[in-house]
């Protein structure tokens, strides 16, 4: 177990290096904060008082490592635009995307298994038919067209919903719905092909011939072993807890994570951006391993190592 | 101490009495974005968006009649007098009441423009790092930097005498009441910015004497004000301004609809008639003091002949642009002037003709055969930009010019040196009403435009010196008229496009005139409710 948990976590070292130096080169390269942030009208002086000020003068290594050396420290740094701490901007944005992520994981699950299920138990049916159809609409309708869709629809049409912003519970039905549509259209997909590859395993039509109930072959025997890729979904949507919402945050105006991300990206801004990636990354990172340990909780083989 | 309780307790008691009697309304307005820089501190927020907001908190000496005509009207000041090239005093208005329930007074002015806010005191700054904001007052460097482009001759303010304010500048400056006019120059109080625990808490909500007060900033999120009921220009007609952060057009078009927001702001000139198809709502907008030029790199191989430069302005039919891209609703600038030059506006003078034929004379002349010439082009950083580019190359390749569309992500790859830079967008605002807020400051020694090396001309700069430094009116027109000669005729360093416009959808039963530049004028002379 110990060298289990030794291996995954120089591998998630490895994994932040890398995203912490990509992340960095490609900011650097593509951009100049300094013209971004001050825009095209900023006096001259002013634009290099800014690069002086931060540092944006000094060779690109010399940022790198300097930035390096603060992120190892535990320092990640502040936010060009305003001065703030990195990691304050975006700690105050986590509880708004949260907001927005959890309830619609709630809907992914609440939504995508049971239809999964179903659609798999009367395979070939109309509700079947009818669900992947759904389900298909589901995940091909981009986010950004599915919100625009509801707002026209409930806020500009009915008035039934606010169409934007974070005031009050309501304004959170619609991104909410937004974003949990389509990962409840991908877990049904999966859940139902990985019930349907269950159920045509010789165990389960052993467990029918020793006269088992079928309600009780369905919840002892094909669910649990139908588990498996359907956590490996359930376990990258919550690895994308906090910027799963990029999209859907930016049409509902919504002050979260991922609008903190768009905002951060177009103006340049190292810190923050470095600041996000990093927390999005250890979450995915801490996601996959959780996973992998209820692989083993799931399938007694796989903990012991051995094949079937 | 019990008596000190009990005296508060009639003013418990009346606050919610109060509020409840103010039956002003609470106005709600869509923004794309309410501060770039996440603040409010005028000289650190110089952006389109900025501009915008700063007129309801904060006001100059001079100010600018927005929804008219342009021209200076007083503010702050109740008279200036000119007591020789160098020196302007200002008498300022009397009892005028600041945010914080203070009046107003001389030393408020010289703290707000010669003193700490915007020159700071000179400490020492830690390198590579952010030094203003969380740790103490002295401004950010670049707040520095705006303010000496902003005065640059400025040498002090003097405090004369109760209610009086000397500006002395070192070199002579006809322009000083006009630069004054600028938000950088706007009056803050001073014992609030004393009071503030540090420059970014300074800067996020300024003290000063507009209609509307600060009340709550949420970064990135919302801005809300609240009336500034002692303010002297009369009694705010809205009780409370809230701006809301929705960067997507639909969406603020969709928040109108729906009845969220009153107001909502940058509205694509195609999106209006979709709106007043609503008979509810209706926008309002037109021309500001915002010119959208094309400007040259002559480092360029094909652009170094000013031949060329001159064809690919004869090219363009402005005319048809306006017309069809935005419906009609905004103007073609005669050269980079507005009318609110006033004395230095030349009447007389035009954008080069669209001339096809005279275009392509040019060209033969140039000994010009079809080279490319590369256009950097930003997805709609400006309104309607990419359309207007991709008509622009069609008709340069109607008249044999073949110009390249490259389109860039951000600033920096459009201003990257390199044989690649040929043609690239721009804007100019005319800060105030002088050429040296325009055409010398974007275009003169130490403008963008020359400190990218795109183009350069000696003559044109000891013109600009002397425009910035003539007090004589008479010759500062020759010597601007002959600027315009050399930079849009002779040498061309950009061409003029059109002006800028801005569009703003609203309620139809409100009474409200968009303004003339960027800023929203909600005061009660122009701002009303019912019928």
Redesign the interface.
């Known amino acids: 177990m110990l060298r289990f948990f030794t291996i995954r976590l120089l591998r998630a070292a490895v994994t932040l290096t890398m995203v912490v130096t990509f992340a960095f080169l490609v900011l650097i390269a593509s951009g100049d904060p300094a013209d971004i942030i001050m825009g095209s009208d900023a006096p001259p002086e002013a634009i290099e008082a800014f690069r002086q000020a931060w540092g944006l003068d000094r060779p690109i290594w010399v940022q790198y490592l300097s930035y390096f050396s603060a992120i190892l420290s535990g320092d990640l740094g502040r936010s060009m635009r305003d001065g703030r701490d990195a990691i304050v901007l975006v700690a105050e944005r986590i509880p708004a995307t949260l907001a927005l992520t959890l309830p619609a994981l709630a809907l992914k699950l609440a939504l995508g298994i049971p239809a999964g299920i179903y659609a798999a138990l009367h395979r070939n049916s109309m509700a079947d038919r009818a669900v992947m159809v759904l389900a298909v609409a589901g995940f091909t309708i981009p986010s950004f067209v599915l919100g625009l869709l509801l707002v026209l629809v409930f806020a500009v049409q009915l008035g039934w919903l606010p169409s934007g912003g974070q005031e009050s519970w309501r304004h959170a039905i619609l991104p909410v719905i937004t974003l949990g549509i389509g990962g409840a259209a991908v877990l049904a997909r999966f859940t139902r092909s990985a019930m349907l590859e269950v159920l045509g395993q010789p165990y389960i039509r052993t467990a029918s011939a020793k006269g088992v109930a079928w309600r009780a072959v369905v919840s002892h025997h094909a669910l649990p072993n139908a588990a498996i890729p359907t956590v490996t979904i359930i376990g990258f949507m919550v690895g994308s807890l906090l910027a799963g919402a990029v999209v859907v945050e930016s049409v509902f105006s919504w002050p979260g994570v991922g609008r903190l991300l768009v905002t951060a990206v177009a103006n340049r801004d190292l810190a923050v951006v470095q600041c996000i990636l990093l927390l999005v990354a250890a979450t995915m990172i801490t996601a996959n391993l959780v996973v992998d340990l209820l692989y083993g909780l799931l399938d007694p083989r796989l903990r012991s190592g051995k094949e079937g | 101490m019990r008596r000190r309780h009990l005296a508060g307790l009639p003013a418990l008691f009346a606050a919610p009495a109060l509020a409840q009697s103010d039956q002003r309304p609470e106005l709600r307005v869509a923004v794309q974005k309410i501060s770039?820089?996440?603040?409010l501190e005028t000289p650190r927020e110089?952006?389109n968006v900025g501009f915008r907001l700063s007129t309801l908190y904060a006001e100059s000496l001079i100010g600018t009649n927005w929804t008219g005509d342009l021209r200076a009207v007083p503010e702050l000041a109740t008279a200036t007098r000119r007591l020789d090239d160098r020196t302007v005093e200002f008498e300022l208005r009397p009892g005028v009441r600041m945010h914080d329930g203070r009046v107003m007074t001389a030393e408020d002015v010289a703290f707000s423009i010669g003193g700490a806010r915007l020159f700071g005191t000179g400490a020492a700054?830690e390198?590579?790092?952010?030094?203003?904001?969380?740790q103490g007052m002295e401004p950010?460097?670049?707040?520095?930097?705006?303010a000496?482009?902003t005065f640059p001759g400025l040498e002090r303010v003097e405090v004369v005498g109760e209610g009086v304010v000397r500006f002395v500048n070192r070199t002579p400056d006809v322009t000083l009441e006009k630069r004054l006019q600028q938000n950088v120059g706007v009056i803050l109080s001073r014992a609030a910015f004393e009071a503030s625990e540090n420059w970014?808490a300074w800067a996020r909500r300024p003290i000063g004497t507009g209609p509307y007060r600060v009340a709550e900033f949420?970064?990135?999120?919302s801005l809300t004000f609240e009336a500034h009921d002692e303010y002297w220009g009369g009694r705010p007609p809205a009780r409370r301004i809230r701006f809301?952060?929705?960067?997507?057009a639909?969406?603020r078009v969709?928040?109108l609809?729906?009845?969220?927001v009153d107001f909502a702001t940058d509205i694509p000139p195609d999106q209006i008639r979709s709106v007043e198809r609503n008979p509810r709502f209706e926008v309002q907008g037109s021309a500001i003091n915002n010119i959208r030029i094309l400007a040259f790199d002559t480092s360029h191989a094909v652009l170094r002949n000013p031949l060329v430069r001159r064809a690919m302005s004869h090219a363009i039919d402005r005319q048809a642009i306006v017309g069809s891209l935005w419906a009609g609703r905004t103007e073609i600038p005669r050269g980079l002037q507005l009318e609110f030059f006033d004395d230095m506006y030349l009447r007389d003078w035009d954008n080069p003709r669209h001339d096809p034929a005279e275009a392509r004379r040019l060209l033969r002349e140039a000994g010009y055969r079809g080279e490319p010439i590369p256009y950097r082009c930003l997805n709609n950083y400006y309104v309607n930009q990419t359309a207007n580019a991709q008509v622009m190359v069609e008709m340069w390749r109607a008249v044999g010019l073949n110009v390249q569309l490259q389109m860039m992500?951000?600033?920096?790859?459009i201003?990257e040196p390199g044989p690649t830079r040929g043609v690239r967008d721009?804007?100019c605002?005319h800060v105030f009403a002088d050429p040296v807020g325009s055409l010398v400051r974007a275009m003169g020694p130490?403008?963008?435009l020359q400190?990218q090396e795109e183009w350069s001309n000696a003559a044109f700069n000891a013109l600009s010196a002397e425009l910035e430094a003539s007090t004589d009116r008479a010759r500062r027109r020759v010597v601007f008229r002959r600027m315009l000669e050399i930079i849009e005729r002779e040498d061309p360093g950009y061409m003029v496009l059109h002006t800028a416009a801005t569009f703003i959808a609203k309620r139809r039963d409100i009474r409200w005139r968009a303004s003339r530049g960027w800023p929203m004028d909600f005061r009660a002379s122009n701002l009303g409710f019912g019928a």
Not at chain 2, 257 to 260: M, N, P
Not at chain 2, 409 to 413: G, K, L, V
């Open positions: 770039n820089s996440n603040t110089q952006s700054r390198r590579g790092g952010i030094t203003a904001g969380q950010q460097p670049e707040v520095i930097a705006t000496r482009r970014l949420r970064p990135d999120v809301v952060e929705i960067p997507e639909a969406s969709n928040a609809f729906s009845g969220e992500e951000n600033w920096t790859q201003l721009w804007s605002t130490g403008s963008p400190r």
